[in-house]
């Protein structure tokens, strides 16, 4: 009837060969990735309020008489009136 190649039927082993199989009924496309959730603009304000108090943090070294030392992170406002306490009960000026 037909000579030469039946190009419908190379093209489908190709796409086969290609895409592993052929979708199934109702399935037009392969399944994708879920879709992306955007971040709330809250959550994003909240992330970016906790960066900037992180990066307002001051370090802060102390030493006491008994020979204990340790570095603390404060907020300005607790480096500013904290009073601090040794654990050996000494306050630490
Ligand atoms: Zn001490």
Same mark, same amino acid.
């Given at each position: 009837?037909?000579? /030469?190649?039946?190009?419908?039927?190379?093209?489908?082993?190709? !796409? *086969?060969?290609?895409? /592993?199989?052929?979708?199934?009924? /109702?399935? *037009?496309?392969? %399944?994708?990735? &879920? &879709? =992306?959730?955007? %971040?709330? =603009?809250?959550? *994003?304000?909240?992330?970016?309020?906790?960066?900037?108090?992180?990066?307002?943090?001051?370090? =802060?070294?102390?030493? #006491?008489? #008994?020979?204990?030392?340790?570095?603390?992170? *404060?907020? &300005?406002?607790?480096?500013?009136?904290? !009073?601090?306490? #040794? =654990? #050996? /009960? !000494?306050?630490? %000026?």
């Amino acid at each position: 009837m037909t000579a /030469g190649r039946n190009w419908d039927r190379s093209r489908d082993q190709a !796409r *086969l060969a290609r895409q /592993g199989s052929e979708p199934a009924a /109702g399935m *037009l496309f392969p %399944p994708s990735a &879920p &879709p =992306k959730i955007r %971040p709330s =603009k809250a959550s *994003l304000r909240a992330e970016a309020e906790a960066a900037f108090a992180a990066a307002r943090t001051v370090l =802060k070294r102390l030493a #006491c008489s #008994c020979g204990h030392s340790a570095t603390i992170r *404060l907020t &300005p406002a607790q480096a500013e009136r904290g !009073r601090f306490r #040794c =654990k #050996c /009960g !000494r306050p630490i %000026p």
